[in-house]
């Protein structure tokens, strides 16, 4: 817990120093994108506005501080918009996205990591894993354009931009989740192999329990710890991979927002969206940890065993 | 060693394709029948002929001229990037694993930070902070994989210094340099080439992405994944514009990680193979 707040402090000290050293100045930049020309007087004033004539590690101080409690300052580029209301605005349609391909990857990878550990070297494995060959090969974007072109322009199924209805969430959730399927089915399929040779699987086929028990309760089980920790950092993975879905479906969400800023040079966007991304890591790991505990009470009681 | 990779059927493909891709972008200016970037109004959007191989694009553009020369965009900078991370990584890993002590600790807690955070991160917060540019992407992703290399280097250095002949060839007073030559080198080099094949289809995925969303190679110049992103003006009248950069990069990729998983068996018999 300690070491994640120590991580996440110099994760802002970083974005905070990054975005400082850049040779371009702040108040020119925010001078530029509103389409004023820059003279002496006005970059003067801005940088009072902006507090930047005060000494680096003050304002440091005073961004984090209001940082924490959600003021991430102002936009450059819309001064009537505050980068908090910005990511409030934008942070549903991402995590929306996110927590459908979750539960895709979820719901496809255990039954093909395990059907693809079980039947090793049938034909079942072997089109498993050739899906995971091609899924790892395939440019993420490439992938949603084939899908865009089949089911929004052939078949007519489902809308190809935006997101006012679920259907619009279908193809960008495929897409995003595929990009790191192949990871995951990978390391359940291995783990699978792993524990199979386990001597309480053997037990338990000796006990007479039925294969069906053995694989989905005994195996899986006690396979899942590794994949668990993979989908702390999946979860994470996902929200910053939804940068290139949205911008190709057109989602007004964190990932858009995120490269809208990007071009614009928006700096305070920018380390909010930074600042974030660190936190929901930390969180995300956090939940997992205590996931972990309840899946596998070993880790709960480590010293009563030694 | 060498006659191992040769004997294996897939390394040796995958080989010659990207020594023949890898040549094909070299000698783009003699192969191409067009400028890549000269558009031409009145011939946009062409199916496959003689005088365009490939057909052209919205702009009137040839789309083979642009996939060569995309070669040396596309490929040549993953490469650059792939050589500069593992030399560095290797070099920094070597001091740390020799040197121990205050230096390798602190070396160690910085890459244990980086390797916690997922690349994508990375990444995308140094290109958001520097801004957009092909250097600047080149950057983003030596910073996100170079942890990688410093700490298996750092590893294999730290547990050959213990293996009984090196410590016969220290007791003998080799020279400092023969021990590393003979010794640790072969071993380190064979650990790097195979993360390093590995990583280059990720690389070439990353660099390509960040083109095709503008943040890495800039417009008119071709780029396999900017080429993708051509091609998306044109999605709903013309799909077909797509297959050819796209199926690129696949075989590229493909390419790579076939290669990659071929040396890691080759180089490194010790490992049992249970990757896909």
């Known amino acids: 817990m300690l070491g994640a707040c120590i991580t996440l402090l110099l994760v802002s000290?970083?974005?905070?120093?990054?975005?400082?050293?850049?040779?371009?100045?702040?108040?020119?930049?925010?001078?530029?994108?509103?389409?004023?020309?820059?003279s002496e007087e006005a970059i003067e004033e801005i940088r009072i506005k902006l507090g930047l004539d005060q000494p680096f590690l003050v304002r440091y101080t005073h961004?984090?501080?209001?940082?924490?409690?959600?003021?991430?300052?102002?936009?450059?580029?819309?001064?009537?918009?505050?980068?908090?209301?910005?990511?409030?605005?934008?942070?549903?349609?991402?995590?929306?996205?996110?927590?459908?391909?979750?539960?895709?990857?979820?719901?496809?990878?255990?039954?093909?990591?395990?059907?693809?550990?079980?039947?090793?070297d049938h034909w079942l494995d072997k089109i498993v894993r050739t899906f995971i060959f091609a899924s790892t090969a395939m440019p993420n974007f490439w992938l949603a354009f084939i899908l865009i072109w089949f089911f929004s322009i052939k078949l007519y199924w489902l809308p190809s931009s935006g997101a006012t209805s679920w259907s619009h969430y279908a193809l960008p959730s495929?897409?995003?989740?595929?990009?790191?399927?192949?990871?995951?089915?990978?390391?359940?399929?291995?783990?699978?192999?792993?524990t199979m040779q386990d001597n309480y699987v053997s037990y338990a086929r000796a006990r007479g329990l039925s294969e069906y028990q053995v694989i989905w309760k005994h195996l899986l089980k006690n396979s899942l710890q590794t994949s668990?920790?993979?989908?702390?950092?999946?979860?994470?993975?996902?929200?910053?991979?939804?940068?290139?879905?949205?911008?190709?479906?057109?989602?007004?969400?964190?990932?858009?927002?995120?490269?809208?800023?990007?071009?614009?040079?928006?700096?305070?966007?920018?380390?909010?969206?930074?600042?974030?991304?660190?936190?929901?890591?930390?969180?995300?790991?956090?939940?997992?940890?205590?996931?972990?505990?309840?899946?596998?009470?070993r880790l709960k009681s480590e010293g009563e065993y030694q | 060693m060498t006659q191992r990779l040769l004997?294996?059927?897939?390394?040796?493909?995958?080989?010659?394709?990207?020594?023949?891709?890898?040549?094909?972008?070299?000698?783009?200016?003699?192969l191409a029948p067009h400028d890549p970037n000269l558009a031409d109004v009145i011939n946009t959007l062409l199916p496959m002929s003689g005088e365009y191989p490939l057909g052209t694009d919205y702009l009137g553009r040839c789309i083979y001229s642009r996939l060569l020369f995309g070669v040396r965009t596309t490929l040549y900078y993953s490469l650059i990037t792939m050589v500069i991370t593992a030399a560095v990584g290797a070099l920094i890993g070597i001091i740390s694993g020799y040197l121990r002590g205050k230096v390798d600790a602190l070396i160690m807690r910085a890459c244990e930070v980086m390797l916690s955070f997922p690349?994508?991160?990375?990444?995308?917060?140094?290109?958001?902070?520097?801004?957009?540019?092909?250097?600047?992407?080149?950057?983003?992703?030596?910073?996100?994989?170079?942890?990688?290399?410093?700490r298996i280097v750092r590893g294999s250095v730290i547990s050959f210094n213990h293996k009984n002949y090196m410590l016969y060839?220290?007791?003998?007073?080799?020279?400092?340099?023969?021990?590393?030559?003979?010794?640790?080198?072969?071993?380190?080099?064979?650990?790097?080439?195979?993360?390093?094949?590995?990583?280059?289809?990720?690389?070439?995925?990353?660099?390509?992405?960040?083109?095709?969303?503008?943040?890495?190679?800039?417009?008119?110049?071709?780029?396999?994944?900017?080429?993708?992103?051509?091609?998306?003006?044109?999605?709903?009248?013309?799909?077909?514009?797509?297959i050819v950069p796209g199926l690129a990069i696949m075989v590229v990729v493909a390419c790579c990680n076939l290669l990659g998983d071929a040396l890691r068996d080759v180089l490194d018999p010790r490992t049992e193979h249970k990757q896909c």
């Open chain 1, 13 to 38: 000290f970083i974005a905070f120093t990054m975005v400082n050293l850049i040779p371009a100045d702040p108040a020119e930049v925010a001078l530029r994108v509103n389409d004023t020309t820059p």
């Open chain 1, 63 to 120: 961004w984090l501080s209001a940082s924490l409690q959600g003021d991430f300052g102002t936009s450059f580029t819309n001064a009537n918009r505050s980068v908090f209301g910005e990511l409030a605005r934008s942070f549903p349609y991402t995590l929306t996205l996110a927590g459908i391909s979750l539960v895709l990857l979820i719901a496809v990878s255990i039954p093909l990591g395990v059907l693809s550990a079980v039947y090793k």
């Open chain 1, 174 to 194: 495929i897409t995003l989740c595929m990009a790191y399927i192949a990871t995951y089915i990978r390391l359940i399929r291995n783990s699978m192999l792993d």
């Open chain 1, 228 to 297: 668990m920790t993979a989908l702390g950092i999946g979860v994470v993975r996902l929200i910053a991979g939804t940068v290139v879905i949205e911008s190709i479906f057109a989602i007004p969400g964190l990932g858009r927002l995120a490269l809208s800023a990007i071009f614009n040079r928006d700096y305070p966007v920018i380390q909010a969206y930074i600042l974030v991304m660190g936190c929901l890591f930390v969180l995300s790991n956090l939940i997992i940890d205590i996931l972990q505990t309840v899946i596998d009470p």
């Open chain 2, 7 to 30: 004997n294996n059927k897939t390394a040796l493909i995958c080989l010659i394709l990207l020594s023949i891709i890898c040549l094909m972008g070299a000698f783009a200016p003699f």
């Open chain 2, 119 to 150: 690349y994508e991160i990375i990444v995308l917060s140094i290109v958001g902070i520097l801004g957009p540019g092909i250097g600047n992407i080149i950057l983003a992703n030596f910073i996100a994989k170079i942890a990688w290399y410093v």
């Open chain 2, 169 to 242: 060839s220290k007791t003998v007073k080799s020279p400092q340099r023969f021990i590393f030559a003979k010794h640790l080198a072969p071993n380190i080099t064979a650990e790097v080439i195979i993360l390093a094949t590995l990583d280059l289809g990720w690389i070439i995925l990353s660099i390509s992405t960040l083109s095709f969303l503008g943040l890495g190679v800039q417009p008119p110049t071709a780029e396999w994944g900017a080429m993708l992103n051509d091609a998306k003006e044109v999605l709903f009248s013309n799909p077909e514009q797509m």
